[in-house]
């Protein structure tokens, strides 16, 4: 799996990754299962909010070849803020419009 990694960028502040790096490490939360060595690609955030720039930097993601999308969990669960990202269905979309069919979208990460 050659994973890319988009976070919120209201959290950078406050999370440097560790809990996604460590779940990708330990093959926890969305990556139990996973049998293939993992290869991050690339950790970066959406451009803030409404997350308009997601589809430039999946973009780039994919060119450097990322085969998985994952939004960390901050996206969607709004950890460590304790606020969701509103824009998060609609950045999904994006996202899955972007990749194409052959790219696997995950919702989060731990």
Request: glycine share 12%; net charge positive.
């Amino acid at each position: 799996m050659k994973l890319a990694i988009i976070r919120c960028m209201q959290t950078e502040d406050f999370c440097p990754g560790t809990s996604d790096f460590k779940a990708i490490q330990n093959k926890t939360g969305v990556f139990e299962g996973v049998e293939e060595d993992i290869q991050l690609i690339g950790f970066t955030n959406c451009g803030g909010c409404p997350g308009k720039k997601v589809v430039l930097r999946v973009r780039e993601l994919l060119k450097r070849g990322a085969d998985t999308i994952a939004f960390a969990t901050c996206i969607q669960k709004g950890a460590p803020i304790g606020y969701p990202c509103p824009f998060a269905g609609k950045m999904k979309a994006l996202v899955e419009k972007e990749a194409g069919e052959g790219v696997k979208i995950l919702d989060y990460t731990h």
